[in-house]
């Protein structure tokens, strides 16, 4: 319905299915009394899929706590539960709560990790992309000025967004690496960076590429191949935090950084910042702008570092 790209009906299939856990999950929360109420359904979502339900409620759930009767300790709750161990996709589902409520309604969404928070925009990103792709994925849109977070830094939340956008490119490409490789480079140079590094995300998290694919992706991405590396430890390191690594994961893992899920997992942790509240100073700061890199970008860049050091990109 979508007008995406079809690579195989398996392909096909895996992508709707995908979007169905989300609705499903969605629909959950939407119905629950309480977010304790939800996790049970939830829970009963086949694994390969569950993050994905898990994302749809949040959704859910910060809409309600944007609407103007919501209490708006909805989302805080539901991470207080279960939905802890899918930190990462709850984030990504309060982005696309952003993407439906007026923007007078965003300071009620509940987002504190100032680390984590970037992964909004990355769900918001993605939800443009996927809605109105025409506009952001062929038109290349770029919204100025985002106004999120009110803290800033200003100048990163195009770049957050872009990584969303990357994302919902796996699915607009239909997985098809090489299809979406074709469509990033279409793309001004300084934003591939990020556009590979959300496709890496979806092919590692999502999947419907094998094994010869992926490396085919990373060899297309060229001087990108670290950030496609470094979204693939993210992809992996949400799985292995909720218990959800796949067959898929494995190969995705080992064809895009040479290693196990579990293996880049805890290099993710041995690299993330100590103090995920701050601007670090480096080459990214903006003239006349603020001054410094956000701790996610930090993180990012020593995780791309990382997989080029080792000679896996």
Request: proline content about 5%.
């Amino acid at each position: 319905m979508r007008g995406f790209h079809e690579k195989s009906p398996a392909a096909r299939e895996l992508l709707e299915t995908i979007g169905q856990s989300f609705l499903a999950g969605y629909a959950y929360a939407a119905e629950a009394r309480t977010p304790a109420d939800a996790e049970e359904r939830l829970e009963g979502v086949p694994a390969q899929f569950r993050g994905f339900a898990y994302e749809g409620a949040a959704m859910a759930f910060a809409v309600r706590d944007g609407l103007p009767l919501g209490r708006g300790r909805n989302v805080a709750t539901f991470l207080a539960g279960r939905a802890a161990n899918h930190v990462y996709m709850v984030y990504v589902g309060v982005g696309w709560a952003m993407a439906r409520l007026p923007r007078f309604r965003w300071s009620r969404l509940y987002a504190p990790d100032p680390l984590l928070r970037w992964l909004a925009l990355d769900g918001y990103g993605f939800h443009q992309a996927y809605f109105h792709t025409d506009r952001y994925v062929h038109g290349q849109y770029r919204e100025p000025r985002f106004p999120w977070p009110a803290d800033g830094p200003r100048w990163y939340a195009d770049r957050a967004i872009d990584q969303g956008i990357g994302r919902a490119m796996w699915f607009v490409g239909g997985a098809d690496a090489d299809r979406v490789a074709t469509m990033i480079d279409k793309f001004a140079a300084h934003r591939r960076a990020d556009l590979y590094s959300g496709a890496g995300l979806a092919a590692t998290y999502a999947g419907g590429a094998d094994a010869d694919e992926l490396l085919s992706f990373r060899q297309r991405a060229g001087e990108h191949g670290g950030q496609v590396a470094q979204a693939s430890v993210f992809a992996a390191t949400a799985r292995v935090r909720a218990g959800l690594v796949t067959d898929h994961t494995r190969v995705a893992t080992r064809a895009l950084c040479g290693l196990t899920p579990e293996a880049v997992a805890q290099i993710s942790d041995d690299l993330r910042p100590a103090a995920p509240g701050r601007l670090i100073p480096g080459r990214l700061a903006a003239p006349g702008r603020e001054t410094g890199i956000p701790a996610y970008e930090v993180w990012r860049q020593r995780l791309a570092d990382q997989f080029v050091s080792l000679g896996r990109s």
